[in-house]
């Protein structure tokens, strides 16, 4: 199955979404914030990315350049709880 990295600043994300993706065979990491994302992604090298765009004092979006650079190929899903880019 896919290697998957879930970046989200809230821990009842990062666990749920995990415990179900492993549910389905996946090879999942989970990181809280952008230092930790980039290490995963160096390191762990997913196929995916699942990222918070409101990641506490971070946009997510300013991270996808950067993790799209050390790993060219991966796939990247945005996640909100907002109704819109605006509300966040």
Excluded: C
Excluded at 53 to 65: C, H, K, P, V
Excluded at 69 to 84: F, K, R, W
């Amino acid at each position: 199955m896919s290697r998957i990295l879930i970046i989200d600043d809230e821990r009842s994300i990062r666990l749920t979404l995990r415990e179900g993706l492993k549910d389905f065979g996946h090879d999942v990491e989970t990181a809280k914030n952008s230092k930790e994302a980039f290490e995963f992604n160096s390191d762990f090298s997913p196929e995916l990315i699942i990222l918070d765009l409101n990641l506490g004092f971070e946009n997510g979006l300013d991270l996808i350049e950067d993790l799209k650079e050390s790993n060219p190929n991966v796939q990247i899903i945005i996640l909100t709880a907002y109704g819109d880019i605006k509300g966040s």
